[in-house]
């Protein structure tokens, strides 16, 4: 049976314990995502609370992680979404995402609306990927791919 949560609050907890067990194991996102057959975005998004896992996956990753059966069940669990409690982000990575949605959000808008009509980019059916690349000016450069459905808004 498919159970959701009402309060986030005890999958807070467990991200905690997950990420503190990650770092007790010196295991990364991707050996974590590994062990649960499925890409690294969603297996981290998950963990950290933002999605259910299948039952397999959540298993795989209580299982590499040392957490109990409790922990897996909750894995299964569909949560409360939302990782930024409301005002501004404080966290300089998480404030760069909001500054780029603040300088490019409209642009963004008038962009997907001239090359899709009126509609949204889906964050369920969704892709994300995260790379490092080299910079041909020095240094590394990241690109980020966001990969969304795009649903068309329907009159009614």
Known sequence: MVHAQFDNSARQQLAIAAVEAKTRRDLSWRQIADAAGLSV?????????????????????????????????LLQTIPTRGSIPGGIPTDPTIYRFYEMLQVYGTTLKALVHEEFGDGIISAINFKLD???????????????????????????
């Not at 998950?46 to 992680?65: M, R, S, W």
């Open 41 to 73: 975005a969603f297996v981290t998004a998950a963990v950290l609370g933002q999605h259910a896992l299948p039952e397999p996956a959540a298993q795989a990753v209580a299982e590499l992680l040392g957490l109990d059966d409790d922990a897996a069940l």
């Open 130 to 156: 995260v790379k490092k690349v080299a910079d041909p000016e020095g240094g590394e450069r990241a690109v980020i791919t966001l990969d969304g459905k795009y649903l068309p808004t329907k009159p009614f």
